[in-house]
């Protein structure tokens, strides 16, 4: 069982910052296939913001890229989303998202866990 617990939403100005993490229990981040930071904002899908794969690989939604950024701490078993230049649509429940794998039979059993996410909002 894989935990996952955000933290660092809270309501800032628009031009602000925050930094998000997502620290996980249950498995090492190394053996974690690819964590992501998706968001929902109240009338609207769930949208990709940032992922980071294992091999190191990173992967941004159009509208936050050269705003945001995704990092990971292995040693602390958490991923971090650097939010800079906030804009009152970034506005949203953001939540962490973990995939992997196990061996299972002849193939592979996959694995998706949720956090509960933080709140993000942005004033104008």
């Known amino acids: 069982q894989v935990r996952l617990v955000e933290s660092g939403g809270g309501t800032v100005q628009t031009g602000g910052s925050l930094r998000l993490s997502c620290v996980a229990s249950g498995r090492d981040i190394s053996k974690i296939n690819d964590i992501t930071w998706y968001r929902e904002a109240p009338g609207k899908y769930r949208e990709l913001v940032a992922t980071?794969?294992?091999?190191?690989?990173?992967n941004y939604a159009t509208s936050v890229r050269g705003r945001f950024a995704i990092s990971r701490d292995d040693a602390k078993n958490t991923v971090y989303l650097e939010m800079k230049a906030l804009k009152p649509e970034d506005t949203a429940v953001y939540l962490c998202n973990a995939n992997f794998t196990e061996p299972w039979g002849l193939g592979k059993q996959p694995y998706a866990y949720w956090g509960q996410g933080t709140q993000v909002t942005v004033s104008s």
């Open positions: 980071t794969a294992r091999g190191g690989g990173v």
